[in-house]
Nanobody, 114 residues
């Protein structure tokens, strides 16, 4: 089992920044890829960014050049630095860990308001 705990969500104005953190615990040796997804109201969950155990990253086109995903293996933590946030970025952001099984955090709310 893997437990994921997200933090760092909150309220921010358009153009602002937030950094999300996701701390993993448990059977972390089984984790390969970690990522961040968002789910806006009445919409499907969608990938924001992912990072492999070797540090390879991928991003949704909508966040390229604004968001950066990083991983600190010594702390078993993955981060999502979000810059130049837009109102359409308002959503619950979920951390994911993929390996033998897929795991999800409880989500953290990000609200971009003007």
């Amino acid at each position: 089992q893997v437990q994921l705990v997200e933090s760092g969500g909150g309220l921010v104005q358009p153009g602002g920044s937030l950094r999300l953190s996701c701390a993993a615990s448990g059977s972390i040796f089984s984790i390969n890829t970690m990522g961040w997804y968002l789910q806006a109201p009445v919409k499907l969950r969608e990938l924001v960014a992912g990072i492999s155990s070797r540090g390879s990253t991928n991003y949704a086109d909508s966040v390229k050049c604004r968001f950066t995903i990083s991983r600190d293996n010594s702390k078993n933590t993955v981060y999502l630095q979000m810059n130049r946030l837009k109102p359409e970025g308002t959503a619950v952001y979920y951390c994911s860990a993929e390996g033998s099984f897929d795991y999800w955090g409880q989500g953290t709310q990000v609200t971009v308001y003007s």
